[in-house]
């Protein structure tokens, strides 16, 4: 590969692989010798697709704010009609993630507790990447009726950590299945009250 990767092409893998390691390992424990040792790429090639570290990082955030703009809008093109059913498959979209063996919570919290000085600015990246993911998840659940789509939001939003704080404590012993009952009770709970049972409105 080396420099004969085209540059966007090499801004990808680089990406990419970093991406990985910064989720799996930690971002302050993945040096940039390591990234590079990793891609296969020149040290030239990286310099020129990153200035420092600290851009990669910053890539890595928006990378990671992009993937959730697409489930967003993966759900949306689903359930275009009901976004009571967006809400519905975004909760099955979680179930999918926190079942997979890699998994290590949200990139966002992870990255807020590596960086705990609130001014940082990786902190605050960090920190919007998350409130505008919830953000959009509260329109959401005004669309489809919530009569308090920001409280849904946040219930959903603590419900998500606990699960998250759980898959860390218990590992193998965790199901995600009881988060996911939960999670879908509590939307029909909002829309269409306690006694209401799952349907497509």
């Not at 851009?55 to 890595?60: E, G, H, K, R, S």
């Not at 979680?94 to 600015?121: L, M």
Request: glycine content about 6%.
């Amino acid at each position: 590969m080396g420099d004969y990767m085209p540059r966007k092409s090499a801004r990808s893998h680089i990406l990419q692989v970093a991406s990985d390691l910064f989720y799996r390992e930690g971002i302050r424990a993945v040096g940039v010798d390591r990234i590079i040792a990793e891609s296969g790429i020149a040290k030239a090639s990286f310099y020129r697709n990153f200035a420092s570290k600290d851009d990669l990082v910053t890539a890595y955030l928006e990378y990671h704010q992009a993937l959730n703009a697409n489930d967003l809008e993966e759900v949306g093109v689903q359930h275009p009609e009901s976004a009571s059913m967006q809400l519905h498959a975004l909760i099955d979209k979680f179930v999918g993630k926190i079942k997979e063996p890699g998994y290590r919570g949200c990139p966002f919290v992870n990255t807020a507790v590596e960086f705990p000085d609130t001014s940082h600015h990786h902190h605050v990246n960090a920190v919007k990447g998350t409130e505008e993911n919830w953000s959009a998840i509260a329109r959401i659940a005004e669309k489809a009726g919530a009569a308090n789509p920001f409280e849904l939001a946040e219930l959903l939003r603590l419900l998500c950590s606990g699960a998250i704080t759980m898959s860390y404590l218990k590992k193998s012993d965790f199901n995600p299945d009881h988060f996911s009952r939960a999670a879908h009770m509590l939307v029909d709970s909002h829309l269409f009250g306690w006694t209401a049972t799952r349907k497509d409105v």
